[in-house]
């Protein structure tokens, strides 16, 4: 879980979240996820954050039930596709959620 603090720390994160989000198209299900899924793993470095920001959006849609291509994810959110690809089911598991076995 994390702290209303966090909230206000991560901000500039955020709101790259609702950003790439609408570019996405997605509703406020697959933005909320998103958002909890990043305050509740969100990495001390600031040059993970997009990474952990666009990994978060990925998932986020995957739960809320409005699948988004990786390649979609990525651009939306200004990463490589293999940077959504290679964090997402890490992120699920922090999170303690539990990864589809496609």
Do not use: C
């Amino acid at each position: 879980m994390y702290r209303a603090r966090d909230h206000v720390e991560n901000e500039r994160w955020l709101v790259a979240i609702d950003d790439a989000a609408e570019r996405l198209g997605l509703g406020s299900e697959a933005k909320s996820r998103a958002t909890d899924l990043f305050l509740s793993t969100v990495p001390e470095a600031d040059r993970s954050k997009q990474a952990v920001v666009a990994a978060s959006l990925y998932a986020g849609a995957l739960i809320a039930g409005e699948r988004r291509s990786q390649s979609a994810v990525a651009d939306a959110a200004g990463v490589s596709r293999l940077t959504v690809q290679s964090r997402w089911k890490g992120l699920l598991e922090a999170a303690g959620l539990e990864a589809p076995q496609w």
